[in-house]
């Protein structure tokens, strides 16, 4: 698939680099950008060499929102049937190797949702994030009322989403919207030295402790205390488990093998 709205590379061989790269639409999530970015995860996916997959769009906006001009063409039928969101969006919600988006200047509307999809958000001090589909005469469909909550508390995502107003880079750290706030400039340099660590470890790891984390927000407590020690115990049959395990005891760094 030949790509014209995003850009893809590796970085290091070891991560797969997304940038969104819309800039004169300030990156607005058309579907063609969406269905790209898809397909960029699903191959990096299948790349055994790529262990973290770094999200961007570039220094002076992640992503202003989704692209207005085709939202205002869809009415309820067009919309319902042709499973506008659930169709372009499903791979990024699926994706089973660590996402980190990496925000600089504005993530609006569709763009906070996209990162909010991401495993971990990292941005710098020129970061701002909101909903402001209240203004436009409707309301987050990406995940924002649902995953704004579980992060960011009821109250807080009500306050983002009834008013439309933002929030800075320094308040999304104290809502635990994101890991870490960085210098201005900085954040993509960040989140690729972050992605080469995670890539480093072992990768069978790596995808049973986001699996684990993850059911933390779909099951009770009991149920995913259960669910953990059942993908702890099974840590126990890995090479790289006898291999982390000697290499401490033998005080030199472990040579994972991902088996």
């Known amino acids: 698939m030949k790509y014209k709205n995003i850009l893809v590379e590796k970085k290091n061989t070891s991560v797969g680099l997304i940038t969104l790269n819309r800039p004169k639409a300030y990156n607005a999530l058309s579907s063609a950008l969406i269905s790209e970015v898809s397909d960029a995860v699903k191959k990096f996916e299948e ?20 692209d207005i001009k085709e939202l205002s063409e869809l009415d ?4 319902y049937t042709s ?30 949702e996209l990162a909010l999809m991401c495993d971990i958000i990292i ?28 992060i960011i508390g009821k109250s ?16 999304a750290k104290n ?9 201005e400039g ?9 992605a080469e660590k995670i890539s480093r470890m072992s990768q069978p790891i790596v995808r049973l402790i986001k699996e684990s984390i993850n059911n933390a927000y779909e099951t009770t407590l009991q149920a995913g205390l259960e669910s953990e020690r059942k993908y702890f115990y099974t840590t126990f049959n890995l090479e790289d488990k006898t291999e982390g395990m000697n290499a401490f005891i033998e005080k030199r760094k472990a040579k994972f093998i991902n088996k």
Not at 89 to 98: N, V
Not at 135 to 140: E, N, Q
Request: glycine share 12%; net charge neutral; proline share 3%.
């Open 76 to 79: 309820f039928v067009t919309a």
């Open 83 to 112: 499973e506008y969101i659930t169709k372009n969006w499903q791979a990024l919600e699926k994706h089973k190797k660590p996402i980190i988006a990496a925000v600089s200047g504005v993530a609006l509307g569709g763009g906070c």
């Open 175 to 183: 809502y635990n919207l994101v890991a870490d706030v960085f210098k």
């Open 156 to 171: 807080k995502a009500m306050q983002m989403c009834l008013t439309g107003d933002m929030i800075n880079a320094q308040e």
């Open 47 to 66: 790349d055994n060499n790529i262990g973290a997959i770094v999200l961007t769009g570039g220094d002076k906006v992640f992503a202003a929102g989704a």
């Open 186 to 194: 900085t954040v993509l340099e960040e989140a690729i030295l972050m």
């Open 123 to 150: 941005c710098d001090t020129s970061a701002k994030f909101g909903q402001p589909e209240i203004k436009l005469g409707t309301m987050p469909g990406i995940g924002g009322t649902q995953r704004l909550v579980r």
